[in-house]
Structure formats: structure tokens, C-alpha cells
């Protein structure tokens, strides 16, 4: 919706100059009667705001944000700002209103969603602006990780209290190449003594994350862990999970 605000003075200016003098006696038309299609020319002058898509990614992992880049131009001959919706396959998403807008000028500026897992497969998206629409489409893929080359050295144990090192490959296997927070989750009583790795930080607790793995570069994992006082030799079950959403399970080639 675009929007203009006239003043007093200025309305009475726009009435004034698009009054017509029909010939009549003052008494009967008083001092003038308005021009209506001149009156309202003058008086409602507004904006015309147009808004077309400038830069949207083609391919979303769901979870991520889809954010499209747009130009909004005023080609009216008032100033102006404009109420702007993106709409996900007919759906509203995300709304906003333009900053305000000389005649002949444009702003670029952006607009954001956070795609889920029901959004997957080749959505249209579309802008709408008082003026018209713009419409692109884009894939929105399901989120995926792998794990491989799980091992644990040493594979046995001999007591409750020995340390032992995990090594495991993750792989971000979504197909649109952007990094994203990975957790590995180590099984009840293995705590994590430390983290070997640049790409994740040290943690005390069962999870650790890891960041930049993506489809063009994967990271190697290394884990130092221990089982509790009260742990029995058992097999170590890694799970790693990609955006909350999707997990990938293996279970290394040893005991603890």
C-alpha cells in the first residue's frame, strides 16, 4: 500500500487553483466550483513503487534462511514508501515496508525466511509491491550428513579408566555447498576428554560441534574419550545430526 500525507495549506492551494467559474451568480455557486477530475489530479499525486527480485540462491537446505536481495523504485512523482510480502508458493513469509522513496529513485535492501523441512522441493517465490509482482523459483532440499571411517583406537579395553581415540569423517552431503553446524553425540557414560580437531571446540559434555563441513569440504574428527567408573565394555555408537533435522548413525569397530 503506498501512502502520501498533504498538508492544509496545501489542499487548499490544489482546490483553489482547479476551481472553474461555470457563469453563474456568486450566491449560486459561491466562488467557484471545483474542477473535480483537476482537484483530484493535483491533490492525490502519489508514488508508484515497484519491487523486482535482484538476487535469490536457487538451491535452500531446509533449516536455512532464504534470503532474497530486491530493488524497490519509485517511478511516481511523490515520495513515497511501500508495504512489500513475500509469499513461499503462495504463502506469506515475510513483509516489510520500504524506506521512504524520492520520485525516480530506488533502495536495495533484503528479505528473509527460515525454511523448514515442509518447504522441501521447487518452490516459486514472489514478491509483491503495489505496483506488480516478480517471481523466481527455488529447490529447497532436505538436509543430509554422513559419517564414515569410524574408528576407535585402541578397539579393546582392559579396564574402566583407560583413554581412547575416536576418528571419524563427517560429510555434508546437501547439495547447495554452504557450511553448517554439525553434532556429533557420543552414547551415555563415554565422556569426551578433548577434541583434536581446528574445525570444533574442546567440550566436557557428550556432543561435539563441528563447523565448515560442507559438500566441498569435509572434516575428520578426532575424539579423545574415556567410559565413567561404572561403565561395562560395550560398543561406542556415534550420531551425527545436521541442522536439527536429518541424523546419520554408525557404530566404530571396537569395544569400551
Do not use: W
Not at 75 to 93: D, F, I, P
Not at 131 to 152: A, F, M, N, W, Y
Not at 178 to 200: C, F, K, N
Not at 241 to 249: I, N
Amino acid at each position: 500500500m503506498c501512502a502520501i500525507d498533504r498538508s492544509p495549506d496545501e489542499l487548499q492551494t490544489g482546490l483553489k487553483t482547479t476551481a472553474v467559474d461555470i457563469g453563474a451568480p456568486e450566491y449560486r455557486q459561491g466562488a467557484g466550483r471545483v474542477d473535480a477530475d483537476a482537484a483530484v489530479g493535483a491533490v492525490a499525486t502519489s508514488p508508484a513503487i515497484t519491487a523486482t527480485i535482484t538476487a535469490a540462491p536457487d538451491r535452500v537446505t531446509a533449516g536455512r534462511a532464504l534470503t532474497v536481495t530486491y530493488t524497490a523504485t519509485n517511478r511516481g512523482t511523490e515520495r513515497g514508501t511501500a508495504t512489500l510480502t513475500l509469499r513461499l508458493n503462495n504463502t506469506v513469509v515475510a513483509t516489510t515496508e520500504t524506506d521512504t522513496i524520492a520520485p525516480g529513485e530506488q533502495t536495495t535492501e533484503t528479505l528473509s525466511y527460515q525454511t523448514t523441512t515442509a518447504d522441501t522441493g521447487s518452490q516459486p517465490i514472489t514478491l509483491h509491491s503495489p505496483e506488480g509482482t516478480d517471481t523466481k523459483t527455488v529447490r529447497i532440499g532436505e538436509p543430509q550428513v554422513q559419517l564414515s571411517s569410524v574408528t576407535i583406537t585402541p578397539s579393546q579395553v582392559s579396564g574402566t579408566a583407560q583413554t581412547h581415540t575416536l576418528t571419524a569423517m563427517i560429510h555434508n552431503v546437501s547439495d547447495d555447498g554452504d557450511p553448517d553446524r554439525i553434532t556429533m553425540a557420543m552414547p551415555e557414560q563415554v565422556v569426551v576428554d578433548a577434541v583434536g580437531t581446528t574445525t570444533a571446540r574442546d567440550t566436557t559434555g557428550k556432543s561435539v560441534p563441528v563447523t565448515d563441513a560442507t559438500a566441498i569440504k569435509n572434516n575428520t574428527l578426532t575424539v579423545s574419550i574415556s567410559p565413567d567408573s561404572n561403565a561395562t565394555i560395550r560398543d561406542v555408537t556415534v550420531t551425527t545430526e545436521f541442522s536439527a533435522h536429518r541424523t546419520d548413525t554408525q557404530t566404530a569397530g571396537g569395544t569400551t
